[in-house]
């Protein structure tokens, strides 16, 4: 049920707009969350395609984002805060978190650019799975 504004509430009537807004424009989460995946994933594929002039710096910012978008999945995945992820799932995503903040690691420490394709699959293949609308038909029958 929307909530009436008063007429007089210039301030309360623009955030009523952008929330009115927000909502008929914004992805679903799951959509949302492979869009993140697969900007990782290009801004991994770009730093590769242009390792010659990557520096520690443009390196570490990239992994970095990546590693900020990882460990969202990892504490969700921990905390399980709707209490609806089967356990087998919150254990695949935080076993893929870790493997991922793992080969992060040793990319730092060794750089190469071939080390970045497990990194850049991975994230195409969960955004892959994420942006899939799942069947509500098939989802009630498990």
């Known amino acids: 049920m929307p909530i009436s504004i008063p007429p007089n509430n210039p301030y309360a009537q623009a955030a009523d707009a952008y929330d009115q807004h927000a909502q008929a424009h914004t992805p679903d989460q799951r959509e949302l969350?492979?869009?993140?995946?697969?900007?990782?994933?290009?801004?991994?594929?770009?730093?590769?395609?242009?390792?010659?002039?990557?520096?520690?710096?443009?390196?570490?910012?990239?992994?970095?984002?990546?590693?900020?978008?990882?460990?969202?999945?990892?504490?969700?995945?921990?905390?399980?805060?709707?209490?609806?992820?089967?356990?087998?799932?919150?254990?695949?995503?935080?076993?893929?978190?870790?493997?991922?903040?793992k080969r992060e690691i040793d990319v730092m420490s060794a750089p190469k650019k071939e080390k970045l394709d497990i990194l850049i699959s991975i994230n195409k293949e969960i955004a892959a799975g994420l942006m899939i609308k799942p069947n509500m038909e098939n989802a009630k029958q498990t």
């Open 33 to 101: 969350e492979g869009r993140i995946l697969l900007k990782s994933a290009k801004m991994l594929k770009d730093l590769q395609n242009n390792w010659e002039n990557t520096n520690e710096e443009i390196l570490e910012s990239t992994l970095k984002y990546n590693r900020q978008i990882w460990m969202i999945f990892y504490d969700t995945a921990l905390e399980n805060p709707e209490e609806n992820r089967p356990n087998d799932l919150r254990s695949n995503i935080i076993n893929l978190a870790n493997f991922i903040f």
